[in-house]
């Protein structure tokens, strides 16, 4: 089992930026990627981001640019960096924690981007 638990949301004003934290325990040697996801209100949940375990990354067209993942192996941190905000932005960002047949799921957080 691997627990994810995210942190770092908040409101932010458009333009600004904002880091979210993903922290993963227990058996965290089983991890394959890292993933970021978010959702919108009443929308369905999107993949945006993922880092795997040598430090390979992936982004979705729509943050491209203006999102990066990274991760502190040593303490079992993946991070989001998301800079120039837009109202757009303001979703429920969770983490994935994946392995080779099983997902991980945090309980998200909460990015709410002002105009």
């Known amino acids: 089992q691997v627990q994810v638990v995210e942190s770092g949301g908040g409101l932010v004003r458009a333009g600004g930026s904002r880091r979210l934290s993903c922290a993963a325990s227990?058996?965290?040697?089983?991890?394959?990627?890292m993933k970021w996801y978010r959702q919108v209100a009443g929308l369905q949940r999107d993949w945006i981001a993922t880092?795997?375990?040598?430090?390979?990354?992936n982004y979705a067209d729509s943050v491209k640019g203006r999102i990066t993942i990274s991760r502190d192996s040593a303490n079992e941190i993946t991070y989001l960096q998301m800079n120039d905000l837009k109202p757009e932005d303001t979703a429920v960002y969770y983490c994935?924690?994946?392995?080779?047949?099983?997902?991980?799921w945090g309980q998200g957080t909460q990015v709410t981007v002002s105009p």
């Open positions: 227990g058996n965290t040697v089983t991890i394959i990627y």
């Open positions: 880092i795997d375990t040598h430090g390979q990354t």
């Open positions: 994935q924690a994946r392995a080779r047949s099983v997902a991980y």
